[in-house]
């Protein structure tokens, strides 16, 4: 779901929370986004780092590339979310 809101570019903002905890392979939170260049990386700015106990917060807007949407350079569609 991720993915495919990062890849429609529906996403303004991101927070992320950064836990002090080893899992191994751990749980993709983001997918493969397709992107293979360094000039084509989604970028955070205006971040501000909140320490929460002993985790971190990291809240900032998401910049995209220049260009289209690979999304809709391939004509794909994204369904809606809806939350209660």
Do not use: Q, W
Not at 20 to 47: F, S
Not at 48 to 64: A, E, I
């Amino acid at each position: 779901m991720i993915t495919a809101l990062l890849r429609a570019r529906l996403v303004d903002r991101l927070v992320v929370c950064i836990a002090p905890k080893i899992l191994g392979a751990g749980t993709e939170a983001v997918g493969d986004l397709g992107i293979r260049e360094l000039a084509r990386t989604l970028i955070m700015t205006d971040t501000s780092v909140t320490p929460y106990g002993v985790d971190l917060v990291m809240d900032g807007r998401v910049r995209y590339p220049a260009g289209p949407a690979d999304a809709v350079e391939r004509g794909e569609g994204v369904g809606c979310v809806t939350a209660s």
